[in-house]
Structure formats: C-alpha cells, structure tokens
C-alpha cells in the first residue's frame, strides 16, 4: 500500500529531499549477518507531527526490506550500562604491563575467579587482599578484574553501578561465571 505521506522536498519543492537513517548495525548472530536499522531522536521531537510522519517513511523504508527498524530515544537508553560499557573500554587494552606481565596472569587470574566464585565480600576487600598475597602494587588486581569483565571472560551486570565498595554478587553474574569456568576446567577453553 502506498502511503500518504509527502515525502520532504528540497527548498523550491522540486527535487526529494535525501532522506537518512542515523545507524544501519550490522550483526553477526551465529553464521547469520543481519541488518538493524536505527533512528535518533530527543523524546520531545516526537510531539512534532511531521517528525512521526517522516519517521514512518522510514519504518515504511526498512520493513520493505526486511530490515527490523527502531526509534531510540534519550528514554530508551539505560546511562548506568552506558557509563559502565565506557568504563569497561578504557581497560579493554592489557593494563598490567609493568606490573604483571601475561605469562604470569594465569596464577593471578585463576586465584581471582576462585575468590569471586566464593561469592563473598565486596570487589575491593577481595582484589586488595590479593594483591597483597602477590605481592603487587595496590589496585592491580581491580585492573585485572577490570580487563577480565571487558573481555567478558568475567560476566558483570552491566545494569548496576559499577562499585567496587559493592558486595561481589551484585557485581558479578557468579551462576554464569561458574557456568563458565566448569567448561574451563573440564578443558574447553572459554574466549571472550
């Protein structure tokens, strides 16, 4: 069916405007590529009856072929995973140099997951006494936890403040996390 929306025509009224879409996210989900589509805007655009008639244009756009499309607005986006995703970037890169080198994590790391699967205490109590029993610069073990939880190789609830004062299982998906590091053991290796 055709719609009933005029399509924006360029100042003159001659030519049709070039419409655009604000993300085209390519996925890969299994072997499968798909397409989503994404547009932007201030909740208080929406009470503008052109903004939802344009946006229907392009939802007409994308469902014709078969590109599921979204509005996402200020409201739609939780700031707490946000701020904790921009966290997580920043330890993305290997933080230890000078202080761990990556042939001797594995000791460190281990002995880290051990003690989050206890499931007691904040992150701060357990990092700080670890870094004590290695024998490390104070905080290096939070960093370590830090990279870990970038590479999802320890799952974190994305949805909390991040604080490391907070008891460990309000931080850390410790089901999941055991879930995990009983494949590791039983000798498949988990990547992140």
Known sequence: SSMVYK???NVGGHNSCVMTTD???TAKIGNETQLFARSVKYAKELTDK????KLSIEKEYWN???VPWQL???DSINIERCKNIQEMLKK???PLSGILDKANTSGPIRRLIAEILVGQGT???ITSELDTYFELKSGSMLSLFRYLAAHKIIPVYLDNPFLPTNQIESLVDIPL???KHLLEESGYAFTS
Do not use: A, C, M, W
Request: aromatic share 12%; glycine share 4%; proline share 4%.
């Open 177 to 179: 996390l055991k879930e």
């Open 72 to 74: 996402v607005t200020e």
């Open 50 to 53: 052109r903004v939802l008639q």
């Open 123 to 125: 992150l701060s109590d």
């Open 64 to 66: 014709r072929r078969g």
């Open 92 to 94: 993305y890169e290997y």
């Open 23 to 25: 993300f085209l996210v």
């Open 7 to 9: 399509h924006p025509k």
